[in-house]
């Protein structure tokens, strides 16, 4: 671990540079630009509010902020998780001739990923007062819960990095699962209410996506705590996970470029 605080410090200003020059590559070829940051999220929440709330006629309370606050962390760990997969391969150029710590291309990943997320918690703090969801001191909370949220796909990233130069179909087998654990997430549904007892509470604790997308719910509009004994655990994984990626990655770093 002393290796990567060390290629840390010391490449903290290249993954800064790379992450602002992504995302201004991202919006270059585009006739809106940055705006497009905006209207993504607020096009795919209007998309999901139609069907469930409309067709399919849900009571849920305040439900375009519900959707939007599902949709924000579940895109921000989609994004990251899929990217790390062929992380190695999209920076073949970069692998190939120079040397960088593999763990900067998931970190320049996330940088940017994390910005267009802070934009819609803007838009999600602008629809709260529009819709008047009470505000809570408890939003404090959505600090810890990102916290915990960014060291889990940290960790996450890390070991799909690995595996994704090793295993070529890693890829889909990925995109197969994302999508089933969308589903499996309630971004459109609350867990606890829809699936049935005990399996939405299993499904709740166990899925780390879906307890933190509840976590957030919780604190942002319903002004309750989240569960701390189930956020630490899931902290103690982030951790482990971070860990293992790390280690694996600097054991194995030679071979990526051989590989690729």
């Known amino acids: 671990m002393k290796r990567f605080f060390r290629d840390l410090r010391r490449y903290y200003r290249y993954i800064l540079f790379a992450s602002k020059a992504q995302l201004k590559a991202e919006v270059s070829d585009s006739y809106l630009n940055w705006f497009w940051w905006i209207l993504d999220p607020l096009c795919f929440m209007l998309i999901y509010v139609f069907i469930v709330q409309i ?3 849900t009571s849920e309370q305040y439900f375009p902020v519900f959707v939007l606050i599902g949709l924000t962390v ?6 990251t998780v899929k990217d790390s997969v062929k992380m ?3 920076n073949r150029g970069v692998v190939t001739k120079i040397y960088v710590p593999k763990f900067v291309f998931v970190l320049i990943d996330m940088f940017v990923n994390t910005f267009q997320m802070l934009i819609s918690f803007v838009i999600i703090i602008i629809m709260m007062a529009v819709y008047r969801v009470p505000f809570a001191w408890t939003i404090l909370y959505s600090i810890p819960i990102l916290i915990v949220l960014n060291v889990f796909i940290f960790g996450s990233g890390m070991i799909l990095l690995h595996f994704g130069v090793f295993i070529g179909d890693l890829s889909n087998i990925m995109n197969i699962f994302l999508r089933f654990l969308f589903y ?3 971004i459109f549904y609350s ?3 829809r699936v049935p007892a005990p399996y939405g509470r299993i499904v ?3 899925n780390p996506v879906s307890f933190l997308i509840d976590a957030m719910r919780n604190s942002l509009m319903y002004g309750k705590a989240p569960d701390f004994r189930f956020m630490a655990a899931w902290m103690i994984v ?15 770093e ?3 470029a051989k590989v690729i």
């Open 55 to 57: 067709v399919f006629r």
């Open 74 to 79: 579940w895109n921000y760990f989609n994004k």
């Open 88 to 90: 190695m391969k999209s």
């Open 184 to 186: 499996l997430s309630g």
């Open 191 to 193: 867990v606890g209410k």
């Open 204 to 206: 709740l604790k166990l």
């Open 238 to 252: 982030g951790l482990l996970l971070s860990g293992t990626g790390i280690w694996l990655v600097y054991k194995n």
């Open 254 to 256: 030679n071979s990526y």
